[in-house]
């Protein structure tokens, strides 16, 4: 659009000290050509176009003529209007292109100080991409927006009139969905998570009327979304730790929520989470596997390892580990202190005791003495008396203690000798184990069972 101007024709009146010739001064009606943008504004001047006309008034010496009663005559050129001018160079007083009913530019005078010099101004052209004047914009918006044009959201565009276009605006909470908007907060949904390409959860409506997916999800696509604890490989900032365990790594069910089947608990009597070790559980570890001849690991406090004090090396003339002797040291042990009369005791390469010199021998068939059995001397003991419904119980070699191997349904009662590692009740079985690994790690024996009846840890009858 190209905005046009006519002005009206402003009549000036030119004042001569001594008359004004015919010549003096131009048809009020022509107006100098406006500037850039301008259409064509009819003539070039305003005012006087000829020379001062010649009065007959003599020069002075400094340059001004003046009158025969000594008064000065205006000088144009001097950038000041001085008596009859109607402007002087840059000095057009208060008039201006604006108040001539131009828009923009600069406003000159004539060479002769009659007149004004309307060719520096000009009215504004919509279309030639340059904001001016009244327009709001022209062909962009410039920084304007939506936002900044009091709308919530949306795409200010320009009309080619020069105005904004609204059109793509949108204002959040007017129940109408905008064109910019996905829906609004006070309207109701038009789509569902489903829709949006997800399996389950709730769409809603942000508070900038755009949808807000946060509660949708979809199991499977290893992204952590909307109620699902975790996906796949993504287990956001989570760890074994944080959600109450010692140890392990976090992982996550195929239906999204955590697994925690990795993490661990020290001292819950068995090897889980990232543990070395948990009390009596040392997994395969021996004193045997760790170098040693004998003897039993100690698991440390937080089960990340174990430590071999109560291992021993079998021939290094110390009795360590689970050795009763070692070389000619017997720990001051004799056949009488062993209850097996009279007689020489000795040390096995194996260091346990020799007792083939003493007057009771194992393997004669009587358990006496320490013996807790004799080959099919069991004392009375069976399978059901430690603790197992049925089978055959037997005698170790040594005569030390009973071999359950063969014993059929334990039971895993403390209280009872029942023939497996550890027993029933977790307490109970931590603290006897505790004091004699033997239970946890071989057989929860008669030894055990009479250990358990007497603590404080078991609830035993």
Known sequence: MVLTRWFPVVPLLVVCASGCPETAVE??????????????????DVGDSNPTPDTGQAETDGGEESTDDGSQDPVCGNNIIDADEVCDGTDVGKESCETLGFEIGTL???????????????????????????????????????????????????????????????????????????????????????????????LQCGKDCLYNTDGCSTCGNDMQEGNEDCDGVD???????????????????????????????????????????????????????????????????DCNGFTTEGCGVCGNGVIDGTETCDGALL??????????????????????????????????????????????????????????????????????????DACIGGSGDCCVANGTPGCNQPACEAAICAADAFCCNNSW??????????SPSCNCP
Do not use: H, R, W
């Open 235 to 301: 287990v956001p900032g989570k760890t074994c730790a944080g959600e109450g365990f010692d140890s392990g790594t976090l992982s996550c069910q195929k239906n999204c929520d955590y697994d925690f089947t990795a993490c661990g608990t020290c001292n819950n009597t068995f090897i889980d989470g990232d543990e070395v070790c948990d009390s009596a559980d040392f997994g395969a570890a021996t004193c045997v596997t760790e170098g040693f001849d004998t003897g039993s690991l100690t698991c440390d406090a």
């Open 445 to 454: 024996d008669g030894i055990c069972a009479g250990d358990a009846a007497v």
């Open 27 to 44: 048809d009020p009606d022509q107006f100098a050509t406006s500037g850039e943008g301008s259409t064509g504004t009819p003539g070039a």
């Open 331 to 404: 720990g001051g042990a004799t056949c009488l202190s062993l209850g097996l009369g009279e007689g020489e005791l000795g040390c096995l390469p194996t260091c346990g005791f020799d007792t083939s010199g003493c007057a009771i021998q194992c393997g004669d068939g009587v358990a006496e003495g320490p013996e807790v059995c004799d080959g099919a001397d069991l004392l009375g003991e069976t399978c059901v008396t430690q603790g197992f419904d049925s089978g055959p119980l037997t005698c170790t070699a040594d005569c030390s203690a009973l071999v359950i």
């Open 108 to 202: 000159g005078c004539t060479a002769n100080c009659g007149g004004y010099d309307l060719t520096g101004c000009g009215s504004f052209e919509c279309g030639n991409g340059k904001q001016e004047g009244d327009e709001d914009c022209d062909g962009t918006v410039g920084a304007a927006t939506c936002a900044s044009e009091g709308f919530d959201n949306g795409t200010l565009f320009c009309t080619p009139e020069c105005e904004y276009n609204f059109e793509q605006c949108g204002t959040c909470g007017n129940e109408i969905i905008d064109p910019a908007e996905d829906c609004d907060i006070e309207a109701p949904l038009e789509a569902s998570c489903f829709s949006k390409g997800f399996m389950t959860g709730q």
